[in-house]
């Protein structure tokens, strides 16, 4: 990493003076004779990110977008020339959010208080998408996608439970009803980061609530903020109940991810041990397609090529939980 540098979305910066700079001034471990930055514990770890990442380090981005600058002719270094000098270590983000500097590492555009917005940086600088075109397109001729008929957008119908398989155990408990269960990115918290303090707990219930239709809710006598209880072979969440007309019939989602550590009751279901978070009910699927790489704008990487979210999306039983117990 010293001597080649650290890069990714098509871009690199050298590094070699920042990692020299981090043996004088963060814990180091020694293996052999030679002396390295430590990632033994997990603040060193988040110190070490931190410090050589184009989004927490200004001098860093500039680097990354000189190096963009070679590559496409364009004047690109003014995105990054005011924030050079901006660090941030674990204690900054510990006292108060900080917001990430420009860096060619993202394609939205954040200075002057902006919202992040994508390919603002495409759009606005003239910067190639990381197509084959260099624009945006439909139709993509790889071979996997010929093969499996997306070569251009096309309807999928939601998977169903038969498909999913993830109630070939799971049995009905009392007054249940079977819901199709999806995790959208989160309401009230950046993933887990900043949901615990008092202002975001009160928003939230001092939960991640279970978001489900009204009518569907009626049947099974669920009032909003009830108790619920909800299951599939893979896990189980307690939680609240949050009963709102605007979620689809049918359909029921936990906002991802909070930390399983704000009011998690006892499951009945499960031998009144502790219940899990929306990850319980979820497992990994991957898309024959989209493990495709090395041409054009494919390029797999695990949990981050796209473009659907099949692991967040399955079917569960849910029924009200019958006794609280902490």
Do not use: F, I, Q, Y
């Given at each position: 990493m010293?001597?080649?540098?650290?890069?990714?979305?098509?871009?690199?910066y050298a590094i070699e003076d920042f990692y020299d700079k981090m043996l004088e001034t963060h814990p180091t471990v020694t293996w052999g004779e030679v002396r390295y930055p430590s990632l033994k514990d997990a603040l060193h770890v988040c110190n070490a990110i931190?410090?050589?990442a184009t989004t927490?380090?200004?001098?860093?981005?500039y680097r990354s977008y000189k190096n963009m600058e070679e590559k496409t002719g364009l004047s690109l270094t003014p995105l990054a020339e005011k924030s050079r000098s901006v660090r941030a270590t674990f204690k900054d983000i510990q006292a108060q959010p900080r917001r990430l500097i420009n860096s060619p590492m993202w394609s939205g555009l954040t200075e002057n208080g902006r919202a992040y917005s994508p390919f603002t940086y495409n759009k606005e600088m003239m910067v190639p998408w990381r197509t084959l075109t260099g624009r945006q397109h439909f139709y993509l001729d790889h071979p996997l996608y010929l093969q499996f008929g997306e070569h251009l957008p096309t309807y999928k119908p939601k998977p169903t439970e038969a498909g999913h398989k993830d109630l070939l155990f799971s049995k009905e408990a009392g007054k249940s009803k079977m819901l199709s269960f999806l995790t959208p990115h989160g309401k009230w918290q950046i993933h887990s980061t900043y949901g615990d303090n008092q202002r975001m707990t009160t928003l939230s219930r001092g939960v991640e609530p279970f978001w489900m239709n009204d009518k569907d809710a009626a049947e099974l006598d669920i009032l909003d903020n009830d108790w619920v209880e909800v299951h599939n072979d893979h896990g189980v969440v307690v939680t609240r109940a949050a009963v709102s007309a605007r979620i689809?019939?049918?359909i029921c989602f936990i906002y991802h991810s909070p930390e399983r550590t704000l009011s998690v009751p006892k499951s009945p279901l499960r031998g009144n041990k502790r219940a899990g978070g929306h990850n319980s009910l979820t497992r990994v699927r991957l898309k024959p397609n989209l493990m495709a790489g090395g041409y054009a704008q494919f390029t797999y990487h695990f949990n981050y090529w796209g473009p659907t979210?099949?692991?967040?999306d399955t079917h569960i039983f849910v029924r009200k939980l019958p006794e609280l117990k902490w």
């Open positions: 010293r001597d080649k540098g650290l890069g990714a979305h098509g871009t690199s931190l410090n050589l927490t380090n200004g001098e860093l981005a689809p019939k049918g979210g099949a692991n967040r």
